[in-house]
């Protein structure tokens, strides 16, 4: 059978406004009022030595504070992303609030790099991120910086689809305080302040944000309690800076992760049905629930060395726990470890019960970087050379375990039926060097080594439960070279080779026999850019080679688990045009778009036989990559009708469109199971005016999928052969294919029209 869920536990268990252009290839500024050591100081409280500075010949794409502000409301990271190259989004819910994701050029969540001022964020066991876990994030963020590929060397599980690095390390050099409001369809509620102390006596700054986010969803009972704050405070001197982060969040959010059934799929009246909870008779269970706190505490400590050295340390600890809950009808009492009880000696077999699914972890650990930048030129050289050397060490432990808290029969209560633990250690050290050459050549060279050590329980050849350890060494060498000819343009070239071990479920549902191996991605990037007054645009080409890229092809393993297995080698290659154009004053239109092929050579996929209970192999080549649409773009269209050159108002109008081309959901290129391509626009306003209500008073208003588009962005398949059994009129989720062929599919519906106003009052 298939595997629905995608959440935290099971997983690892088992735009801008109108006058500015919406992505910017700069570094942050900082007020000219300030003191030039003050600005100094603020511009380096953190070095963010994963960070691609103007000049790396990397694919990389940089969203400002402002810009975030003139787009965010209350939905996570990657609706606000909308407008990367390459990139999807999707929510569960519908919304964009709750459990959502992303794709870059394909890759999923669990093959892109997250990082917060350089910290890992993504799982250590799944490798998957959940922005749900730490609500409101955006409004913390002072940059979230896209490199597509490989990237640079960063922290953490490698990058195979991108990089993102969300920085929160900045200081504001004077008091602020900010009340936001927001509400929107499907009853979606958010309320949050804002509060910062400045520079106090030019060494001391604290900062405070508390937050709270609801919504219904779109889809039936798909609810979100959402629950944050973030903790800031920053010592700093003309030689050094101390500061420490404590982020927290909690969720609650009704399951809506199983997507909705194939057959619904073109019924209006059931777009929103959602399964969750169902199995309990009558009315569907109310807490089939997701709960989960997630706490992260950061330390970043820099000191000036003098002669161009600069030493960052940072010590980083995150604390999870939580559960998710299901109502479960008909379970066997032996396959939670009991014997059926026996009431005046006729035994029951089976009970309904409700269940909890738990995850308790710790994550920890520490990075450095030491960044040298001689003060001195050497001959042959436009400037010096700038060396870093970098790494981290991090520790996971988790617990993993399920108990019974209640049950319809006899069965002891808070009975634990499954009880695990899993350690995992991830070490990494990379040296790189930018050399800066005459002419306009700048070279980089980036050598990173990564070690990880993890230990679970799993299967033996005997098919035992038994602790394993696995230890693999993975070296990505990174080099490219880049060349302004002139100071509007510049071209770059990009070879980058990751690595990425495979997931807790692919070692915990196998033997060291099935075991698949880790995957390799080899990574040529190349490009070309402009710059000029109004006027901005980058063109990007992409080969992506993969060696043993996991995926799953219904084949089962020798402990009976689908899990998955190596692709010897599949590809992405494609170009990538992003950029913003001011051809008049007041108008502004900003874009991205690509077209890629994504290819599987050869694709074996293994059907379940429910006549004869064995599976058949069917091969295909040359087929699309799964996820993989060969077209993604997107434009945005802005109109400045009161210009910020007024003195008190502004008054912006944004009209964007964006488009996504069919998607297969599986590596077959089977056009039975496909998303189709969709074309959605969202219309936005935005209006400041000064002094009206404290410094300024902030008015965003969306409307969502302004022509109310009925699109699916995600979706699961599982196929089968059966000449005796047709399930259709039992499972709304099978869909008949021909010639005995089956597959069961679900879909996660989008939301349809739909509006979002933001009031932010500045102090």
Known sequence: ?????????????????????????????????????????????????????????????????????????????????????????????????????MRIRGSDQTRINVTINGIPLNDAESQNVFWVDLPDLAASAAEIQVQRGVGLSTNGAGAFGATVNLDLSRVEPEPFARVTNTFGSFNTRKHSVYVGSGLLGGRFAFT???????SDGYVDRATADLRSYHLMGAYLDDRQSLQMHVLSGHERTYQAWYGLPAQFLSIDSLRTYNVAGAERPGTPYPDEVDDYTQRHYLLHYKRNLGLGLDLQLNGHYTRGFGFYEQYKASQAYRDYGLEPPAPGGSPIAETDLVRRRWLDNHFYGTTFALRWEPPVNSPGLNAPPVLTVGGGWNRYSGRHFGDVIWAQYDMPKGHIYYDNDADKRDFNIYGRIDFFLKKGFSTLLDLQYRTVRYEFLGFDQNQNNVTQSVRLGFFNPKLGINWQFRPEWAVYAFFGVGNREPNRDDYTQSTPASRPRPERLYNWEGGLRYRAEGVQWSLNTFFMDYRDQLALDG????????????????YRAGVEVEGSWTPLRRLTLTGAATVSQNKVREFVEYRDNWDTGEQEAVVFRNTDLAFSPPAVARLEVGWAVLPPSQKRHALNVALAGKYVGRQFLDNTGNPNTTLPAYFFSDLRLNYDIERLIGRRLSIVLSVNNLLDARFVANGWVYRYVSNSYDARPDNPYVRYEGNGVYHQAGFFPQAGRNVMATVVVAF
């Open 1 to 101: 059978m298939f595997l629905f869920s995608c959440w935290k536990q099971l997983a690892a268990c088992g735009l801008a406004g109108l006058c500015w252009p919406m992505f910017t290839f700069t570094q942050n500024t900082y007020p000219d009022t300030l003191s030039e050591p003050e600005a100094k100081a603020l511009r380096t409280v953190v070095i963010q030595a994963t960070r691609a500075g103007t000049k790396a010949p990397v694919p990389h794409t940089n969203l400002t504070d402002e810009q975030i502000a003139r787009t965010y409301h209350a939905q996570d990271v990657p609706f606000l992303l909308t407008g990367i190259p390459s990139l999807v989004e999707t929510s569960d819910a519908g919304t964009g609030i709750g459990y959502t994701g």
């Open 555 to 570: 084949r089962i393993n020798d402990v009976g688990a689908y899990i998955r297995t190596n692709v010897p080698r599949s």
């Open 208 to 214: 405070g944000r508390l937050s709270q986010i609801s």
